[in-house]
């Protein structure tokens, strides 16, 4: 009987760290969603368990999308970046070549496209 107590005490105290974390993946809206359904509307979704499932898991679906997109846009923008600096190295080496040729020591390394 105590063990049970503080397994479900333990299970309230986790709620407020599993919806947070849901809210973080994105998850808040077929959440939403999921406890409305067993809810508020209770009778339509024992009426209609196929259509219910399926708006659920289209929901789950946007949200997988969302994810693929945002690791797609954040994958794009670490490979510019990585051509940027490419670019930006290969320019400081010319610059470095060009100014040991003319005999210069000295090389202004404030902006790289100078």
Request: proline content about 9%; aromatic content about 10%; cysteine-free.
């Given at each position: 009987m105590l063990?049970?107590?503080f397994i479900f005490f333990a299970g309230i105290a986790l709620l407020p760290?599993?919806?947070r974390l849901a809210l973080k993946l994105r998850?808040?809206?077929?959440m939403l969603y999921a406890v409305l359904a067993l809810t508020l509307f209770h009778d339509w979704?024992?009426?209609n368990p196929t259509l219910t499932d399926?708006?659920?898991f289209a929901l789950v679906g946007l949200v997988i999308l969302s994810w693929v997109?945002?690791?797609a846009r954040k994958l794009w923008e670490f490979i510019g970046q990585r051509r940027e600096d490419h670019v930006t190295a290969e320019l400081f080496v010319h610059r470095v070549r060009q100014a040991r040729s003319n005999g210069e020591y000295a090389l202004r390394t404030g902006?790289?496209?100078y």
């Open positions: 063990s049970q107590l760290l599993l919806f998850l808040g809206i077929p979704t024992r009426a399926n708006i659920l997109v945002t690791g902006d790289p496209w």
